[in-house]
């Protein structure tokens, strides 16, 4: 009995010792996205020492810091400043829906743009763009700003609903199953907006590139404004939801038992990660690999538990697709590189290594 | 105050998987559901669970309807040990015990406390540490019996009754953990608790069981103490499978020993 209470008492030091680090974990991961940040801002075609950036940012909450260049003040807030905190909410968004779709599926191989879900938001973000001002004309006019990010919302949604309504049976969803979906979805997807981008002129054709590929490029001040107000409910309430998530992965019929709203919850997690992929795909285009490897790379380091996970997931998505971002625009300067382009290059190796890691895994 | 079932039934795809089924759990009691492959004694739990909704029929928590509780208050008066789940990421065993308290408003330091002793009462302390991916069948079993003893682990108010529900717990278990496992059930009887066991193991249902019930082709063949239901006639009916039965030479319980089958 005495072995029984030391091993106890161990078991709970070790982890009380576990969760600790994780609080510290968050908060280091909360200072890199403040370094990375403050680099993104400095960096690029005029590069700005980091003092004068701190200056500017102070100068605009109304700090007395002294004498600021006037066209430093102008880039950064006109431009570097609104870019930062696009990359900072998309990357959040991307990542923490990624988590949570994992969760959703209890599956660490779900990810907005394998299993579709990017996709379908693109293709309604499509319809909007090329039929707009003909068929959907009523629409558009009616939701101004929104109806861009609203549209990818939408078809966020609906993808979700059908890959989930594919992939599980009695509770149990199939990787396999999945992922087929997801390659399905993505086709049909893809051949959908192949044939607006077939009906658009020039000047739609050039915004549809931008789609394709991915971009935080002519990030505005009005852009960051709608997005955050979409991406703010989930990127708050998703982390809220994190005992349930926890309570999901031990199996449906298992989480009703623990009390939890099974059905209602998953409608509600479905919802508000289509929501913020719908966001950052109407503002970014189609950004892979970001909701796969932001998660994992955390799994590993502070174990699944999503009380950690979610907000884990915020900090260091915004981070890496700021860092991305950065090399997207430094490495072939003055052109610059589809963001996309380059999170997929960094992505897929890491998506093949860990299909090979779960291949002895029943799927 | 009991978990109550009264002429349940339910049909899937024209046919009657369950029928007519009435029973009660009594809190300080085991019953075990005994029955071959098929007699409906997984519907019936799932049932219980509320995890399927009788297509007739009614069951009462407490002598309130099912439907009537909050998911939550529920959860705070009956648990349930899944025959399996599909958890495939690698939480601690500790961890998993926890998410038993998460009805409670856990798992919080206190949590961690019960979760750590109800792994010890489930005799995988030492498993606390490990990462639940890379546990045996029979590990993850007691990591999971822990667990839902975590979410029954304190009284209610008033020592309302509670009810555990096993779906064949000793079904992946070595002969000394199956044994563990039901006489930590009957010591848990006495908390005011009742036990429903799903078993396929006649003999266990013998030694661990207040009450018997027994099915056959989803409606009761028999629900009475093991001595009269434990009869040859009574279980080649409901098996088709002959048997002796002779008193346990020192518990002086039922023991059922199969019969040569004929060629």
């Not at chain 1, 075609?45 to 002294?66: F, K, S």
């Not at chain 1, 049909?188 to 050039?206: I, K, N, S, V």
């Not at chain 1, 380059?342 to 029943?362: E, K, V, W, Y």
């Not at chain 2, 330091?109 to 606390?128: F, K, S, V, W, Y």
Request: glycine letters at 10%.
């Amino acid at each position: 009995m005495t072995s029984a209470v030391l091993a106890s008492s161990i078991a709970i030091a070790g982890l009380e010792r576990r969760q600790h680090r994780r609080r510290w974990a968050l908060l280091a991961l909360l200072l890199l996205m403040l370094v990375v940040a403050l680099l993104s801002i400095a960096i690029g075609p005029v590069t700005i020492p980091p003092a004068e950036v701190l200056r500017v940012v102070g100068d605009n909450l109304g700090l007395p810091v002294g004498e600021i260049a006037p066209q430093h003040a102008a880039v950064i807030e006109s431009i570097r400043l609104p870019r930062t905190l696009l990359g900072l909410l998309v990357g959040a968004a991307l990542a923490v829906a990624g988590a949570a779709m994992q969760g959703l599926f209890r599956n660490p191989l779900a990810d907005p743009g394998l299993i579709g879900v990017s996709a379908g938001s693109a293709l309604a973000a499509v319809c909007v763009i090329v039929l707009g001002e003909q068929g959907l004309a009523f629409l558009t006019s009616a939701l101004g700003p929104f109806s861009l990010p609203l549209a990818a919302f939408i078809g966020g949604l609906i993808t979700t609903l059908v890959v989930y309504r594919l992939a599980s049976r009695d509770g149990q969803t199939s990787v396999t199953t999945l992922l087929l979906a997801g390659i399905a979805i993505n086709a049909l997807c893809g051949a959908g907006t192949g044939l607006l981008t077939y009906l658009a002129d020039d000047q739609q054709l050039r915004n549809l590139t931008f789609w394709s590929m991915g971009s935080l490029g002519g990030a505005s001040w009005s852009q960051v404004g709608s997005v955050a107000l979409l991406i703010a409910l989930p990127l708050i309430a998703l982390p809220l939801l994190a005992r349930t998530f926890n309570a999901l992965l031990l199996g449906e019929a298992e989480a009703g038992h623990l009390g939890i709203a099974v059905q209602r919850m998953q409608r509600l997690i479905v919802a508000l990660a289509a929501l913020a992929v719908g966001a950052a795909v109407a503002v970014s285009g189609l950004i892979g690999f970001v909701g796969l490897v932001v998660p994992h790379l955390l799994r590993l380091a502070m174990g699944p538990d999503h009380r950690f996970l979610l907000p884990g997931a915020a900090l260091l998505g915004g981070s890496l697709l700021l860092l991305a971002d950065l090399l997207a625009r430094t490495l072939v300067t003055p052109a610059e590189l589809p963001i996309g382009i380059l999170t997929a290059l960094l992505g897929g190796p890491f998506f093949i290594a860990l299909l090979m890691r779960q291949r002895g895994m029943a799927v | 105050m009991s978990l109550s079932a009264s002429d349940l039934g339910v049909i899937r795809d024209g046919r009657a998987l369950i029928d007519g089924v009435s029973l009660t759990l009594n809190p300080g009691e085991v019953l075990v559901i005994l029955g071959a492959n098929g007699a409906g004694k997984s519907t019936l739990l799932r049932c219980l669970s509320g995890e399927l909704r009788p297509d007739a029929g009614e069951i009462r928590l407490n002598g309130v309807p099912l439907a009537a509780w909050s998911s939550g208050d529920c959860a705070r008066r009956r648990a349930i040990l899944p025959q399996q789940s599909p958890l495939n990421f690698p939480f601690t065993a500790l961890e998993v015990a926890a998410m038993g308290r998460i009805p409670h408003g856990g798992p919080g330091p206190g949590d961690t406390r019960i979760a750590a002793a109800a792994l010890a009462a489930a005799e995988a302390e030492h498993l606390a540490e490990r990462r639940y991916t890379t546990l045996s069948g029979g590990e993850r079993q007691r990591v999971h019996l822990a667990r839902i003893l975590a979410q029954l682990w304190s009284p209610l108010p008033n020592d309302e009754p509670r009810y555990l529900l096993l779906d064949e717990p000793t079904a992946s278990l070595d002969l000394a953990h199956q044994h563990a496992t039901l006489a930590l059930a009957r010591r848990w009887t006495d908390r005011n608790i009742g036990v429903l066991v799903v078993l396929h193991d006649l003999n266990l249902a013998a030694q661990y069981g207040d009450r018997i019930a027994l099915m056959k082709q989803g409606r009761l063949l028999a629900l009475d103490r093991p001595r009269a239901v434990l009869e040859p006639p009574l279980i080649e009916q409901a098996f088709g499978l002959p048997v002796s039965v002779i008193p346990h030479p020192e518990m002086g319980c039922p023991l059922v020993i199969p019969r040569q089958i004929a060629a």
